[in-house]
Structures are given as structure tokens and as C-alpha cells.
């Protein structure tokens, strides 16, 4: 009996020829390229072991497109650089797609918390800019948010403030979304969120 040919690794298709695995990381480089990242929060912690001490580090990193995507990620390590890094690949796979009004501020208020932590998010008029602490500052920024007054109440930690934040901010929801959801046109939600600005400007 004849014996079978082995088949090659590429034949098997058991791994990424090479022209494919070039395009993956001109993908990977344009989507890093996309994305706006920030530093929120870096801090010193120690584990005890065996014998002492063991030191590392702590990063919280807020990532966005300035399109209305954003995500959140925290990572440790015993060096800052590397630290950030697995922040930055945590938050980029936490994305979540936030609907914005005319690409500058929340379609309607907002609340959120987490633990001891609550805020509330304000949708604003163009010309406000960005009312808000630190850590929900740079989930703004990198979401692309222009124009939002942001408060928050109870405990500063910036992990529980964004935290509480993103929980706000899962809750926002676009004219469409808010219509399918009671069943009403998209006319009929645009107009009552008009009257009733005219009636707190007046």
C-alpha cells in the first residue's frame, strides 16, 4: 500500500500565510492609529509574599475613536510601560459605541454608579465644552464628546468614578432606540425633547 503525502502546514491551513499575516498588522497599526488613549490613573501596590514585599504596578487607561467608541482597562505589572500596555489591550477589547448628537454631546441625561461611587451626565448646548473631574474628563475626550456637564457624588476613587461612569453612559440611547423601545415614531421623541428645551430656555 502506498503511503499517504504529508501535508504542509500551509496546505492544512494551520497558520496565516505570510501575505495575510502583513495585512493583519497594517490592520492592527490602522486601528491603533484610530484610537485616542489616556492615561486616568497609575499607583504603587505591594503583595505580601514569602520572604518581603513584592512591588508593582497599577494603570488605568481610558482608549476611544473620538467617534463615540470607548473603553476602559486596568492592568499590572512590575514595570509602569508594560503596566499601561495591558491596560491599553484591555480597554481596546472593552469597546462600547455610545450614540451621540451631532457628534458632540449625549442625546438626554444621564445617571450611572458603581459601589460608592454615582454620576450624573448632562447633555449640553454647543459652546459649553467639557464640565467635568479628571477621570470622566478622559472618557470624554476620547469618546469625542464636545459639549457635557458631568457630576459626580460619593467616592473619588477614579476606578469606581469610571466605572460609574461607563454604567451611565450604557444607558444613553439614541431616538431610535428610545422609540422602538415605547413604540412611538422618531418624530414623536425629537419633537418632545424640542418643546422641552424651548421651555427651559424660555
Do not use: C, W
Not at 502546514?9 to 491603533?32: K, M, T, V
Not at 442625546?107 to 451626565?121: E, I, N, P, S, T
Request: proline share 4%.
Amino acid at each position: 500500500m502506498g503511503q499517504t503525502p504529508k501535508r504542509t502546514s500551509r496546505e492544512a491551513g494551520s497558520g496565516p500565510r505570510r501575505g495575510e499575516r502583513g495585512q493583519r498588522g497594517d490592520r492592527d497599526q490602522r486601528e491603533d492609529q484610530e484610537f485616542i488613549d489616556k492615561l486616568v490613573h497609575i499607583n504603587r501596590v505591594a503583595k505580601v509574599v514569602k520572604g518581603g514585599r513584592r512591588f508593582s504596578f497599577a494603570a488605568l487607561v481610558v482608549v476611544g475613536d473620538g467617534r463615540g467608541r470607548v473603553g476602559s482597562g486596568s492592568g499590572k505589572a512590575r514595570e509602569v510601560p508594560e503596566a499601561i500596555r495591558k491596560a491599553t489591550e484591555q480597554a481596546k477589547r472593552s469597546l462600547i459605541r455610545v450614540p451621540l448628537r451631532d457628534g458632540r454631546t449625549l442625546h438626554h441625561d444621564v445617571k450611572g454608579r458603581f459601589g460608592a461611587a454615582k454620576v450624573v451626565l448632562r447633555s449640553a448646548p454647543p459652546g459649553t465644552g467639557i464640565i467635568a473631574g479628571g477621570p470622566m474628563r478622559a472618557v470624554f475626550e476620547t469618546m469625542g464628546v464636545q459639549d457635557i456637564v458631568a457630576k459626580s457624588i460619593g467616592s473619588a476613587n477614579p476606578y469606581n468614578m469610571v466605572k460609574a461612569t461607563f454604567d451611565a453612559l450604557a444607558n444613553s440611547l439614541s431616538p431610535r432606540a428610545v422609540a422602538i423601545r415605547r413604540g412611538k415614531q422618531i418624530n414623536d421623541i425629537v419633537s418632545r425633547r424640542g418643546r422641552g428645551r424651548q421651555g427651559v430656555e424660555s
